[in-house]
């Protein structure tokens, strides 16, 4: 999209290193950020309505559903993503003198992987999406429907209490951790020290996740039952994704 299009416009030129570790880098991080987090709310709606569509006889079935599209989307666009990062890390490499044709085992090349891959995980990927997300999720509904209903006479009572009750409590957020791990697994295809860092970021951001959640849970969401494991079992199935990201670095390591 346009976001796509001012980042290969300016990340191929000489020098660009310099902006990405200044303010400029903030400022894309955040943007970042802001795009996740509007395009998760819209892939959850996308997700939910087609799980919903299927007219599933339990509720297991459905959020199993709901949870396995959610997962293939956002997969689909990581990749995207990740293809993205190889045309980023052009610039770096004219600011590293590095030759355009080095092999990807090429020290040069894997540092100028690592400094984009980690620029784009953290913070705009795993953090600051589930930062802003009680405002895209509960603050900015809740205002929004306040406003509606005292503009408008003619919302009955009812209506107004289905637009301000609390949505159902969702399991989306397996498919949010296993892409979040999925991701800070692709760093053991690259070599570098401050491979530790990135995996404190993963816990900082599974803490807020949780903290988040915990509150969602007992504040913002209705009463909610699961009656079986079954989706449960489901996302342990879905953890065979970053095994075999490991699995495949473990292999690149040693080939």
């Known amino acids: 999209g346009p976001y796509t299009y001012y980042v290969l416009s300016w990340t191929k030129v000489g020098g660009s290193t310099q902006y990405?570790?200044?303010i400029g880098g903030f400022a894309q991080s955040t943007i970042l950020g802001l795009l996740i987090t509007v395009g998760n709310q819209a892939v959850y709606a996308a997700c939910g309505y087609i799980a919903q569509s299927c007219r599933f006889k339990t509720t297991d079935s459905r959020d199993k559903l709901s949870v396995v599209l959610y997962t293939f989307a956002v997969s689909i666009n990581t990749v995207l993503d990740l293809g993205l990062l190889t045309y980023m890390a052009h610039g770096f490499q004219q600011d590293s003198g590095m030759n355009e044709s080095a092999f990807?085992?090429?020290p040069s090349m894997q540092h100028a992987l690592f400094v984009q891959l980690v620029g784009y995980i953290y913070p705009g990927t795993i953090l600051l999406?589930?930062?802003?997300?009680?405002i895209a999720m509960c603050l900015a509904p809740y205002?929004?429907?306040?406003?509606?209903i005292r503009s408008r006479p003619d919302v009955t009572f009812s209506r107004a209490e289905k637009c301000l009750e609390c949505p159902n409590f969702d399991l989306n957020r397996y498919g949010d951790i296993i892409i979040n791990a999925v991701l800070c697994s692709l760093i053991f295809?690259?070599?570098s020290v401050n491979i530790w860092w990135m995996f404190a970021q993963l816990v900082t951001s599974s803490v807020v996740i949780y903290v988040w959640d915990h509150c969602r849970f007992l504040r913002e969401s209705q009463r909610t039952e699961f009656a079986t494991n079954s989706m449960d079992v489901c996302a342990q199935y879905l953890t065979v994704f970053p095994c075999a990201v490991l699995a495949g670095a473990l292999a690149f390591k040693y080939q």
């Open 20 to 22: 990405m570790e200044g």
């Open 129 to 134: 999406p589930f930062l802003l997300e009680p």
């Open 143 to 148: 205002y929004l429907f306040s406003w509606l």
């Open 189 to 191: 295809f690259l070599t």
């Open 104 to 106: 990807v085992r090429n």
